[in-house]
């Protein structure tokens, strides 16, 4: 009997020897799937300079402000309006899907308001600090599906975390020879969010930021449910509001015709995202 199972032993083992290496190969070798959606790579490391705790408080604090200004100029939309109530529903949709961008935004205080102005303008603070200006509404006579661009948009630079890393690239610039020492002590990181945090509401971010806000945003859009092409027809809109506009090496904001074409190479990787989401 000993024998016997030795000798099959060693036959299992031929056998074992004889499998083709493809097969050896995926037996021991996990298979990683592939991310769908868009591709952006990581938050800047100049994120690491500044506290996100820091950054979201002072965006919490000057969204509060810009509220009350607001309402002591009636120009805050009240919490029946229509279309507040409409933005309202959209991020609904939206901000599920926030979270696999940044652990931190499950957290987060989301808010969403209406300001009266005539801007064409909307943004997201750090901590998810949403405000949308009737301007953009009304003069683009924005559909759902491009609200849902544009507040996808605004979202991914909250989670794509452009403003820290703006103030990252500050306080690094600024801190010179003792860098280390003061980012490990966050002495000079505070008094560096402190400073800037006055400029959260009109920080401007780069073309690489814009860029990768479009993508993020568009793919957020259309794990939501809403239609990614709507990004062309926004643009569109945008360049016809805009008229000629300066020429995008004069502007950190990519051209109306840049966005446009990015948006459409990338539509292939988050159509099939959108179509799964309608049939949910």
């Known amino acids: 009997m000993e024998s016997r199972m030795r000798a099959l032993g060693k036959k299992a083992g031929a056998a074992a020897v004889c499998l083709p290496l493809w097969l050896v190969l995926s037996l021991a070798t996990p298979t990683v799937q592939a991310r769908e959606g868009v591709e952006v790579g990581g938050n800047s490391a100049f994120t690491q300079f500044t506290s996100a705790e ?76 949403i405000a949308f200006y009737t301007g953009i509404l009304q003069k683009l006579k924005l559909t759902d599906d491009e609200v849902a661009m544009v507040m996808g948009h605004e979202i991914a630079h909250a989670l794509r975390e452009h403003a820290r890393e703006r103030m990252g690239k500050n306080a690094a610039t600024g801190m010179g020879a003792s860098l280390l020492s003061q980012v490990l002590g966050l002495g000079q990181v505070g008094q560096t969010v402190t400073h800037y945090g006055a400029q959260l509401l009109t920080l401007k971010f780069s073309r690489k930021d814009e860029s990768e806000a479009d993508l993020v945003g568009m793919e957020l859009a259309a794990r939501a449910g809403y239609n990614p092409r709507a990004g062309v027809t926004l643009w569109q809109k945008m360049g016809a509001a805009n008229g000629s506009g300066p020429p995008q090496w004069l502007s950190t904001h990519p051209s109306g015709s840049s966005r446009i074409a990015e948006i459409e190479a990338n539509l292939p990787k988050v159509l099939p995202l959108y179509e799964r989401a309608k049939r949910r």
């Open 54 to 129: 820091q950054v979201e408080r002072s965006a919490a604090t000057q969204y509060a402000q810009m509220l009350k200004q607001a309402a002591g100029k009636n120009a805050l939309a009240p919490q029946n309006d229509a279309q507040l109530l409409r933005l309202r529903a959209i991020a609904r949709k939206i901000i599920p899907f926030a979270q696999e961008w940044n652990p931190r935004a499950k957290g987060w205080q989301w808010e969403v308001n209406l300001l009266g102005s005539s801007q064409i303008n909307a943004f997201c603070m750090p901590g998810g600090k």
